[in-house]
């Protein structure tokens, strides 16, 4: 494991409000009754400290690294348990253990990312020996996965409200200027409309296809520079902006927006992660591409995008087909995109890799 990209990882989460959310406590509590033990914690493990975030049973908010138990635990990806850290080695010269609290059993199950990198631990403890039944192991094991997906799930919000005050910010920038090259713009403009329309009323002498041309030109350019105004003005593109920005970013969904006939508009990051292909490589082909040649026969991806047609959106688990020619089993869910009167002008296409279930 990279050390020090770990640390990087943990930097992320330490200052977010663990208070904020009941359901941490909620699980230290259920932790400890699961368990049948006094103390519970959700940890982070930073370089010299072991920060105790969340705590049913104890009232410390840190100690050491070096004596702390979450250290060995985030080397592995399974469950730690150590039914009697009196007699394990490595806690010979640990305080925990020979001076008070005398600590006994410890049960931690590392927080793993998604990335790969243990952050931290849910973790159980008692002053006397003790050993999990194969239930409480496998409980302890997913109420560990729940507590790093609340804490992704924290991260990518704040992370996502930190983008869209940037970009608000920056329309209130784009607001400015467009104001000030909309007088700059249009002073002049509105001088050479007014010289046209003295011409046409009579006070200059000019060649008409000269005015004619002059005259739709500088209509044009007018119309332009409307409708520059009015979009950078309106506030839908900051809209698109922050959902653009928020399925860019998902990296275990693969996100598709298709044309009405099938073909590939848009890709995100999860979409490359999964299937294979770069943004170059695959948008305005057919979706077609992703299936089996079984299941192209079958004409599936047809039938598919009719049942999202009539349905409204079409469901449907089995084999798809990476860029180097692999499979992986996918859920796949088709939405139809309907225009305000209500015609169909698209689909999304969210595709999740289950083939570490299947």
């Not at 138990?69 to 009697?84: E, K, N």
């Not at 000269?210 to 003005?233: R, V, Y």
């Not at 860019?248 to 890709?267: Q, R, S, T």
């Amino acid at each position: 494991m990279n050390e020090e990209k770990r640390l990087e990882e943990v930097q992320k989460f330490l200052h977010l409000d663990f208070d904020r959310y009941e359901q941490f406590k909620a699980i230290t509590d259920f932790a400890s009754e699961l368990c049948e033990v006094p103390i519970s914690l959700i940890t982070l493990l930073d370089k010299d400290v072991n920060w105790i975030k969340v705590a049913t049973g104890a009232d410390q908010f840190a100690s050491p690294r070096e004596f702390s138990f979450c250290q060995h635990s985030i080397q592995q990806r399974d469950l730690l348990i150590v039914p009697d850290a009196s007699k394990d080695k490595r806690f010979n010269n640990n305080p925990l253990v020979h001076d008070n609290p005398k600590l006994r059993f410890y049960a931690g199950a590392p927080l793993q990312l998604s990335n790969g990198y243990c952050i931290g631990t849910l973790c159980v403890f008692d002053v006397k020996p003790k050993e999990l039944t194969p239930a409480q192991q496998k409980t302890l094991k997913m109420l560990s996965a729940q507590v790093t997906l609340l804490l992704e799930l924290e991260l990518s919000q704040k992370q996502l409200q930190a983008r869209i005050r940037e970009i608000e910010a920056k329309n209130d920038s784009l607001r400015a200027i467009t104001q000030l090259q909309s007088h700059d713009i249009r002073h002049p403009l509105s001088m050479v409309l007014g010289l046209v329309n003295m011409v046409k009323d009579g006070d200059y002498r000019v060649d008409t296809e000269w005015l004619n041309m002059i005259s739709e030109a500088t209509g044009i350019l007018d119309g332009k520079i409307q409708s520059i105004i009015n979009e950078s003005m309106g506030n839908k593109d900051l809209k698109l902006l922050r959902y653009n920005k928020m399925v860019e970013e998902i990296e275990d969904y693969a996100i598709l927006m298709l044309d009405k006939n099938g073909n590939i508009e848009n890709w995100n990051k999860g979409a490359e992660k999964i299937k294979g292909y770069h943004p170059d490589e695959i948008v305005g082909k057919n979706f077609r591409i992703f299936y089996t040649q079984k299941d192209q026969d079958n004409q599936l991806p047809e039938r598919l995008l009719d049942i999202a047609r009539q349905a409204g959106a079409a469901r449907h688990e089995g084999w798809r087909v990476r860029k180097d020619g692999s499979t992986f089993w996918a859920r796949v869910t088709i939405t139809a995109i309907h225009d305000a009167p209500g015609e169909i002008i698209g689909f999304t296409k969210i595709t999740r890799d289950l083939s570490n279930n299947k």
